[in-house]
T-cell receptor, first 117, second 117 residues
Framework: GAVVSQHPSRVICKSGTSVKIECRSL??????MFWYRQFPKQSLMLMATSNEGSKATYEQGVEKDKFLINHASLTLSTLTVTSAHPEDSSFYICSAVPGLAGGETQYFGPGTRLLVL | AQKITQTQPGMFVQEKEAVTLDCTYDTSDPSYGLFWYKQPSSGEMIFLIYQGSYDQQNATEGRYSLNFQKARKSANLVISASQLGDSAMYFC??????????????FGKGTLLTVNP
């Protein structure tokens, strides 16, 4: 149980294009999902908290117009990197908390490696 | 503010031996949760074990146990009978109290464990 998927697993795009990453909870519903960014050999950096049916909450320093988050249902959150540039190249990973009234553990997707040329 | 400290950038262990990965934390909240995650080179974050701040006993999950010393604010991960597949990055993380934005996790910098045959 508690499986989270991400799609795509790897994407290469040209500078200036937009890229959408999907995060799905496969066997549970999640009111809350999180999006992280991880640079090589570093820890995870929280970008934003995604809540179903409401606007995402962004961490300080994260451009909300650059990283659009939509949590359209209790099993799907999407992250769109708009007008991507080489500095946006990174490993993006999402997590979800099972349950509608909060829970203990975040379960992570397998991550998406983004390379912007 | 919460803080997680992992002082061991890298650790080596012989196959079949036990290894302890250190984690200390700092928080002023009386209610919190501590997690350990494993990140293999593939990038996925695998949940290993959880300890609640009010739990009386140390958490155990198979070969994983959490040595929780509340007064010392430490939550070390013990892996017994190491296997080659245990080679990975290990992250200690803390979650704040229930409610609002406090589902967020604070991660340590990680410890890279290498299991030698």
């Amino acid at each position: 149980g508690a499986v989270v998927s991400q799609h795509p697993s790897r994407v290469i795009c040209k500078s200036g294009t937009s890229v959408k990453i999907e995060c799905r909870s496969l066997d549970f519903q999640a009111t809350t999902m999180f999006w992280y960014r991880q640079f090589p050999k570093q820890s995870l950096m929280l970008m934003a908290t995604s809540n179903e049916g409401s606007k995402a909450t962004y961490e300080q320093g994260v451009e909300k117009d650059k990283f659009l988050i939509n949590h359209a249902s209790l099993t799907l959150s999407t992250l769109t990197v708009t007008s991507a540039h080489p500095e946006d190249s990174s490993f993006y990973i999402c997590s979800a908390v099972p349950g509608l009234a909060g829970g203990e553990t975040q379960y992570f997707g397998p991550g998406t490696r983004l390379l912007v040329l | 503010a919460q803080k997680i400290t992992q002082t061991q950038p890298g650790m080596f262990v012989q196959e079949k031996e036990a290894v302890t990965l250190d984690c200390t934390y700092d928080t002023s909240d009386p209610s919190y949760g501590l997690f350990w995650y494993k990140q293999p080179s593939s990038g996925e974050m695998i949940f290993l074990i959880y300890q609640g701040s009010y739990d009386q006993q140390n958490a155990t999950e198979g070969r994983y146990s959490l040595n929780f010393q509340k007064a010392r604010k430490s939550a070390n991960l013990v892996i017994s009978a190491s296997q080659l597949g245990d080679s990975a990055m290990y992250f200690c993380a803390m979650r704040g109290p229930f409610g609002g934005s406090n589902y967020k996790l604070t991660f340590g910098k990680g410890t890279l464990l290498t299991v030698n045959p």
